[in-house]
C-alpha cells in the first residue's frame, strides 16, 4: 500500500547544480502536484498536472520544470538550483472527482548551498 | 482567486484543553473544505473534510463545520492531547475545471503534558 512515493528524501545542492525529484503514485489518480513548504508560508503550489499530458503553473512556478511521464509518475526539475530554492518538497496526487481530497508523499528536504 | 486565512501560531496548550482553529475562506464556486494534519518529519495526512454547506466533517476527535454564511471551517477538539502535537493545515479544493487545492500557512499545536 504505497500511496505516493517521492525520491529522494534528503539532498544537497550546491548553487547551479540541476536535479530531478521523483513523485509516482500507484492509486490511479488523475491529478499530481508539487508543493514547497517554507516557515511561515504554508504550502505553496509549484505546478500541477490535471491528466496525464497536461501541466499547468501554480503559484511558484519559476525556476521549475516538470514533466507528467505518464499517469503514475510526475517529476519536478531544478536546472540551475538556487539558495532560495531551499525548502522541503511535497508531491500530491487525487482523483480528478468531485470533493476528493489529495494525497501526500514524505516530502523530499533540498538544501542549495 | 481561491485564498484561505489561518490562525496564526504557534499554539500552546495543556493537555485535555479545548481546541480551535480558525479558518476562513474565499473562493469562487463551491469549494470542499479539508484540514490537514503534518506529524514531524512526515507528509500531510487529511484529518477530515466537508463538501457542502452546513456539513459536518469528524476524525479522532477532532470535527469542523462548513458555514457558508460566515466562509469558516474553524476546527474543534474538547480535550487534547500530547499526541495532538502537530501542524495542521486548513485547505480548500474547487472543482468544475479547477484542479487546484490551496493551503492556508499551517498552525503548529503544542500540547504539554
Known amino acids: 500500500n504505497a500511496g505516493v512515493t517521492q525520491t529522494p528524501k534528503f539532498q544537497v545542492l550546491k548553487t547551479g547544480q540541476s536535479m530531478t525529484l521523483q513523485c509516482a503514485q500507484d492509486?490511479?489518480?488523475?491529478?499530481m502536484y508539487w508543493y514547497r513548504q517554507d516557515p511561515g508560508m504554508g504550502l505553496r503550489l509549484i505546478y500541477y498536472?490535471?491528466?496525464?499530458?497536461?501541466?499547468d503553473k501554480g503559484e511558484v512556478p519559476n525556476g521549475y520544470n516538470v514533466s507528467r511521464l505518464n499517469k503514475r509518475e510526475f517529476s519536478l526539475r531544478l536546472e540551475s538550483a538556487a539558495p532560495s530554492q531551499t525548502s522541503v518538497y511535497f508531491c500530491?496526487?487525487?482523483?480528478?472527482?468531485?470533493?476528493?481530497?489529495?494525497?501526500f508523499g514524505q516530502g523530499t528536504r533540498l538544501t542549495v548551498v | 482567486g481561491n485564498s484561505v486565512t489561518q490562525m496564526e501560531g504557534p499554539v500552546t496548550l495543556s493537555e485535555e484543553a479545548f481546541l480551535t482553529i480558525n479558518c476562513t475562506y474565499t473562493?469562487?464556486?463551491?469549494?470542499?473544505l479539508f484540514w490537514y494534519v503534518q506529524y514531524p518529519g512526515e507528509g500531510l495526512q487529511l484529518l477530515l473534510k466537508?463538501?457542502?454547506?452546513?456539513d459536518k466533517g469528524s476524525n479522532k476527535g477532532f470535527e469542523a463545520t462548513y458555514r457558508k454564511e460566515t466562509t469558516s471551517f474553524h476546527l474543534e477538539k474538547g480535550s487534547v492531547q500530547v499526541s495532538d502535537s502537530a501542524v495542521y493545515f486548513c485547505?480548500?479544493?474547487?472543482?468544475?475545471?479547477?484542479?487546484?487545492?490551496?493551503f492556508g500557512t499551517g498552525t503548529r499545536l503544542t500540547i504539554i503534558p
Open positions: 500530491a496526487s487525487r482523483k480528478k472527482i468531485l470533493n476528493t481530497e489529495a494525497f
Open positions: 492509486m490511479n489518480h488523475n491529478s
Open positions: 498536472s490535471a491528466s496525464e499530458g497536461t501541466t
Open positions: 473562493a469562487t464556486g463551491y469549494p470542499s
Open positions: 466537508a463538501t457542502k454547506a452546513d
Open positions: 485547505a480548500l479544493g474547487v472543482n468544475f475545471g479547477n484542479e487546484k487545492l490551496t
